[in-house]
């Protein structure tokens, strides 16, 4: 079954910092481009974080940028995204989702982070 | 940054009904358009990608069209699942952007 699943996400104060994974099953993981986009609380979609399938060009929104990085270990198949600085306007539900160069295929159910 | 506006904000319509929703881009996306569908507390679906296609095992009665700046997705006959709230979303820069959002509601 193709699958991602979230978890690392909870409640942190503001100023501290969270790692939130991804693992990745029933496709293959070091083929795909991956982002992470978020979701506040009765809000829309905001994509905030990307990397390639080798790892290289990662990239950030602004709003997160010097603050957030992703990354991934494909020996592993799981994304991560490193977050800092943390703010109460980063309250969200986090998705994992791949990319398949034209669209976002397959999310993860999320994992909600609470500053 | 490219900003996506969708309209109208809701939609009130019965089973059976065609819904068109709209997607506007501040600048052209050319066909880089994609839109999902999301029902509450679950995560979005691809719907459609490039404007027209549909994804895999999307229902028939879900269509779109249009390039440049504007767009539709159509859903031909409601059915009680499709009610939800749609999403627009470019891939023509970083940072992709999604639009507000149109609820299709009973």
């Known amino acids: 079954e193709v699958q991602l699943v979230e978890s690392g996400g909870g409640l942190v104060q503001p100023g501290g910092s969270l790692r939130l994974s991804c693992s990745a099953s029933g496709f293959i993981f070091s083929h795909s481009a991956m982002h992470w986009v978020r979701q506040a609380p009765g809000k829309g979609l905001k994509c905030i974080s990307r990397i390639n399938s080798n790892g290289g060009n990662p990239e950030s929104a602004d709003s997160v940028k010097g603050r957030f990085t992703i990354s991934r270990d494909n020996s592993k198949n799981t994304l991560y995204l490193q977050m800092s600085s943390l703010r109460p306007e980063d309250t969200a539900v986090y998705f994992c989702?791949?990319?398949?160069?034209?669209?976002?295929?397959?999310w993860g159910q999320g994992t909600m982070v609470t500053v | 940054e490219i900003v996506l506006t969708q309209s109208p904000a809701t939609l009130s319509l019965s089973p059976g009904e065609r819904a068109t929703l709209s997607c506007r881009a501040s600048q052209s996306v050319s066909n880089y358009l994609a839109w999902y569908q999301q029902k509450p507390g679950q995560a979005p679906r691809l719907l459609i990608y490039?404007?027209?296609n549909r994804a895999t095992d999307i229902p028939a009665r879900f269509s779109g069209s249009g390039s440049g700046t504007d767009f539709t997705l159509t859903i031909s006959s409601l059915e009680p699942e499709d009610f939800a709230v749609y999403y627009c979303q470019h891939r023509t820069n970083w940072p992709f952007t999604f639009g507000p959002g149109t609820k299709v509601d009973i």
């Open positions: 490039d404007a027209s």
């Open positions: 989702v791949r990319f398949t160069g034209k669209a976002f295929d397959i």
